[in-house]
DNA sequence: ACTCTGCTGAGAGGA
C-alpha cells in the first residue's frame, strides 16, 4: 500500500513500551492525496511499479499514519502544509477508522515532489552547513576540479567505446579556456588524465572479459517517489559505479562516495532495478600506493548496500528538503561532522560572522550592518522562492499530464521516432518526426529530455536539439526511441543570483556598498577641474570633451558615464537612443584605456549594445575593431554560448577550446568583454575584473542580476526605463524591483534622463510622454514630430479609409467576450491590414500587439503569415512603421495584465508612424489610466 | 487570473 497526502496539523513524535522494548513512533494526520470522483487521483498518487494496491478511496479524509522508529525522526521537521508519502504502508483499522502504518519495508518520503540533486545530498551528510555554504558561494575555478570533471568525461567516453588518446586529446581541448586561466599546458594536463584513466582502462578490461553487454555510460535519473535527481557515472550489471580522481588508501571506501553510490541505487530501484552492491573507482590508487592492509592493487572498492544505509539516505534527503522547504538556514549542528577536519572551516566561521548566523564552527568577523543582515535575508528568501518555483517546474514533468505540457508549450509529444545514428565519440544522434505543427518554447540549441513517452518514467536522457523543424535532430549520450522532448528547467539562474548576491555584500568593497546602501551619495569627476584622474592610459584632467553635439541629455549620459566616480544610471525612455550613447560611452572610456564589461539580461539586449558599439569603434578616430589579439585596434570579445549569440556577432565569440595560452590571451586582453548578467556569474567571468561595468535594459534585472554584471568592476553604469516592463520573476518577492529603479529613486543626482526620442510622431507620442515621463519626453527633431505613412515609399496615405489617416486611431469593436481571446478583434484586425496593404504599405511593416498568448495565436489565424504578431511584453525593445494593438477585453478591464501601467506603455510606444488601437471602450474606460488613453486616442 | 528570458546538464576535489 502506498499512502501519499499533506499533513493536516501538528505531528506528535512519542516513545511507546512495545513487545519489542522501547519505540519511537510520530502520528501524523494526513489529508489524503486521492480523491475517488477525481480523474486526477490516479495520476497523482499511481506509480509506475508499484506492484501494490493504490489507495484511492479515502478520498480527501484527514487519516492517521503512524511512523515508526527511525521514521519519527523525519517527523520532526514536519510541519501542516507538507507533503509526505510511505510506501509499502500497511492498512490498519482502529476504532473503526482506517489507519496507515510504516512497515519493515516502508520508506517515508517528505516532500517528494521537491527534487534533490545526488551531490546535494553528499553534501549535506558531510555538513549541512557544508551544503549551505556551497549553495551560496558557488565552487570557484579550480585545477583539482577541472582535472576531476576531465577524468570523468574521458571514463565515459571509454565506456562508450571511444579510443583513449582521442578522448583525452578532445576533452583536454574542450576546457582550454578554463585551463589556460588556471595556468596550466595541454600536455601537462594529458599526461595527468591519462595517468588516471590508465588505471580506468586496466580495470575496465578485467570487466569486459566476463560482462561484455552489462555497461553503461551516464545518464540522467530521477525518482519521483523518493525526489532524487542525479546522473551516475556509470551502471554496471545494473549497480551504480562512481569515480573519484582523488586519493583513497583505506580499505573502505568513503562515507560520503558511499552516501553517494546509495542514492543512485534509490533512483535505479525505481527504474526497476534491484541493487545491493555498489562500486567506488579510486584513480589515484595504482600499484605504487598499494593499500598496506589489504595488498589491494585495484582502483576499484565494492561494497554492499544495505537497507540501512538507503534508509538513512532518505531521512537525511528528508531533513534537507524540509529545510528547504521552510527556507530555513543549517546551522551545522544538524549532522555529526567534526569542524576541524573541514576544508571549510575558515569560509564556514567568516560567513556566521559576517551575516550574525548560528553556526557549530563558530564565528569569527564583525557582523555586517544590519540593514544588510536584513538585505541578506530579504533576498536569500525572495531567491529560494524562486528556486522553489523552479522545482515545481521539476514536479510538472510527472505530475501534468502529456497533453497538458504540449498546450502549455513545455513539450512536443506525439513524435515518430526515425533513427539513431552512432557519432563519433561514442555519442548518438537521434531523428524523430513532428506530427503536429504545435508550437512550444523549446528551440534550436536548447538543452531537453528526450524519453520514448515518459520523461520520468520511461527511458530518458538529456538532449541537444542540433535541428528543429518537420523533423527534429538530436545529439545525446544514450540512444533513446525519442518520442517526446520536455523543457527541463535549470537552477543555474536561481544558483547564479545567491551567488552575486553573497559575493556582493561580503565580497564587494565598503565604498560600492555605500552606494548600494545610500549610505553615499555618488562622485563624478568635475567638469574641465584641475583635478587629475588616473587612469591605465596615464591621461589627466576630467571630462569636459563634448561626446555628442546635437543632444545636450545624451552628451550629459555619455560626460556622467565617463566620469562617473561610482556609478551613473541612464534614464531612456522608447527611442531615445540609450544603445547608441552607450556605445559612445563604451568608445570613450576605452579611448581612456579603460577595460569595460558590457552586459544585459537577454542576449538579444547584449548584441544589439555590442553592434551599436562596433559601429561606434569604427567611426572612431584610429581605432580599428579586432576580434582578439594585442595588435592595434580595439579588441572586443562576446562571451556566451553558440545557440545564444546572433549570428552576425560570432566572429567575436570567445571560443573556450583550444590552446590554453591562447584562450586566456584572448580574453585577458579584450578591452570590452560582453555578455549575458548570467553569464557574467560564470566560473570563467569571475576570474575576470573591469574598469566599469555598463548594463544595458538594466531595469529588467532584478538586483541580484544586476549585481552578477557590476561585481565584476570598480565602477558601473545602468542604462534603462523603469517606466517599461520589470524583470521577470516566477514569483511575487523583493526581486519584481530594479536595482536601477531603486537606485534612480535613491541617488536621483547620478541619473540622466535621455528626453528626446527619435521614433514616434509627436502625435504618438503624447500620450506616454504626458502618462509616464511628466511631458519631458520629445520628438528629437521636426522630422520626427512629422512622420507619416507619406514619407514611405510606395504608401499614399489618402489611399487609406479617412479614419486611418490620422496618426493615432481608435477602432471600435465590441468584442465576443472571451476572457483572453477575442474573434470579432482579430478579423477586423485582419481588414484593417488588408486596408494598408491596399495604401501601398509592406506587410513587414506592420505589427500586431496582444495582452495575450491566447490572443496572438488568434491573430495568426487571421492576419497574413508575414506580419509580426505577438505579445506585449516580447514587443519591448523592437518598434514597427505600424502598431496595431489588440486590447482583447470586453465588458470590464480585470485581470492582472491590464494592471501594470507600464505595459501600455510599451504598447503605445513600438510604432513610428501610425498607431491603431482596437476594442471595447466600454471596458477600457472602466480604468482610469485606460480612459484617459482612449481620450487621448479618440481627439 | 497573465506575461516570460537566462543557463548545457550534474558533478567535478581538496586532507
Known sequence: MYVRGTVADEVEVRTVSTSYGESDLAEVPLRMAGDGDNGTASQTVARPRDDTETDLAAGHETTTVTLWNKWAESADYLEPGMEVLVTNAKKEEYQGETQYATTGDSYVVVEPSFLVNVTAIRNWVECPRLYYLNKLSGVPLNYPVVKGTLVHEVFGDLLRGRDLEESIAARVDERGLELGLLGETSEAVAEEVRENATAIEGWLEQGRLTEEDSWRSEQLLISETFGIRGRADAIRRGAPVELKTGKNLKKEPRFKDKVQAACYALLLEEHGGDVDLGTLLYTKNSALDRNEETGDLTPAKEFTMGDGLLKFVVRQRNELAAMEIAGDIPTGYE???????????????????????????????????????????????????????????????????????????????????????????????????????????????????????????????????????????????????????????????????????????????????????????????????????????????????????????QNEAVTKAVGARDCALIHGPPGTGKTYTIARAIRAMVERGERVLLSAFTNRAVDNALEALLEQLEDGVGSQTQRSGDGEGVSVVRVGSESGIREDMEPYRLERSGDPEDRVAELQNAQVVAATTATC?????????FDVALVDEAAQLTEPGTCAAINLAERFVLVGDHEQLPPVVRAENDLTESLFERLIDCHPEAGVMLDRQYRMNQRIQAFASREFYDGELRPAEPEVAGRTLNDLEGVARDALPPALQDPVTFVDVEGDGGQYTDSEEAARIADLIEQYEAAGLERSEIGVIAPFRAQVSELSRHVPDDVTVDTVDRFQGSSQEVIIISFTATGTLEGPIFEDYRRINVALTRPKRALVLVGDPAALSSDPVYARMLEWART
Open 335 to 553: 549532522g555529526s561532522a567534526k569542524c576541524e577536519y573541514c576544508f571549510e572551516q575558515d569560509t564556514c566561521m567568516v560567513v556566521s560572522g559576517r551575516l550574525d548566523q548560528e553556526s557549530k564552527a563558530g564565528q569569527i568577523a564583525t557582523p555586517l550592518p544590519e540593514e544588510e543582515r536584513d538585505y541578506f535575508q530579504r533576498f536569500y528568501r525572495a531567491i529560494e522562492e524562486e528556486r522553489r518555483e523552479v522545482h515545481r517546474e521539476y514536479a510538472k514533468l510527472w505530475e501534468q499530464d502529456a497533453q497538458e505540457r504540449a498546450d502549455d508549450d513545455r513539450a512536443l509529444i506525439d513524435l515518430e521516432f526515425i533513427e539513431k545514428r552512432p557519432l563519433e565519440g561514442g555519442r548518438w544522434e537521434l531523428r524523430a518526426r513532428r506530427t503536429s505543427s504545435a508550437n512550444s518554447k523549446i528551440r534550436e540549441g536548447d538543452f531537453v529530455l528526450a524519453s520514448d513517452g515518459h520523461p520520468v518514467r520511461g527511458s530518458s536522457e538529456l538532449a541537444t536539439i542540433e535541428r528543429l523543424d518537420d523533423v527534429v535532430v538530436l545529439t545525446a549520450d544514450e540512444p533513446v526511441e525519442v518520442t517526446r522532448l520536455d523543457v527541463y528547467p535549470s537552477e543555474l539562474t536561481t544558483d547564479r543570483l545567491l551567488v552575486a548576491m553573497h559575493d556582493a555584500l561580503l565580497k564587494g568593497d565598503e565604498r560600492r556598498k555605500d552606494i548600494l546602501f545610500g549610505r553615499a551619495t555618488p562622485e563624478f569627476e568635475e567638469s574641465g577641474a584641475s583635478e587629475t584622474h588616473r587612469n591605465r592610459a596615464g591621461e589627466t584632467g576630467g571630462v569636459d570633451e563634448t561626446f555628442i553635439d546635437n543632444n545636450a541629455a
Open 681 to 689: 556569474g560564470s566560473r570563467v567571468m569571475k576570474e575576470q575584473a
